[in-house]
Nanobody, 124 residues
Framework: QLLESGGGSVQAGGSLRLSCTAS????????MGWFRQAPGKEREGVAL???????SAADSVKGRFTISKDKAKNSLYLQLNSLKPEDTAMYYC????????????????????WGQGTQVTVSS
């Protein structure tokens, strides 16, 4: 089970930190990531982090969002800075065993488990 938290409403330029806690799943050997979906739009991969700690991010969030994890807490994080209204979406935590590549940010079907999502709303 993946449980997200940390969403909310902020003004443009603000920051949020999303958290995802994995229950019953050891993230130490897994690939984890964040996707988002805005109303009327397709689901979009935001960032991923591999078991070795290396990361990939979508061009739209590079330099603004940072993905990280804490193996001891079995948790995943997404720091969102310099938020824009177009970042408004439901954000989902995802995980799968093994490896992952940047291209898997464009492949929602690659991911084995999804959280329920946490809403991020950015006002102008």
């Amino acid at each position: 089970q993946l449980l997200e938290s940390g969403g909310g409403s902020v003004q443009a330029g603000g920051s949020l930190r999303l958290s995802c806690t994995a229950s019953g799943y050891d993230i130490s050997s897994a690939c984890m990531g964040w996707f988002r979906q805005a109303p009327g739009k397709e689901r979009e991969g935001v960032a991923l982090i591999r078991s070795d700690g290396s990361t990939s991010a979508a061009d739209s969030v590079k330099g603004r969002f940072t993905i990280s994890k804490d193996k001891a807490k079995n948790s995943l994080y997404l720091q969102l800075n310099s938020l824009k209204p177009e970042d408004t979406a439901m954000y989902y935590c995802v995980v799968r065993s093994g490896t992952c590549a940047t291209r898997h940010l464009a492949d929602s079907g690659y991911w084995a488990y999804w959280g329920q999502g946490t809403q991020v709303t950015v006002s102008s």
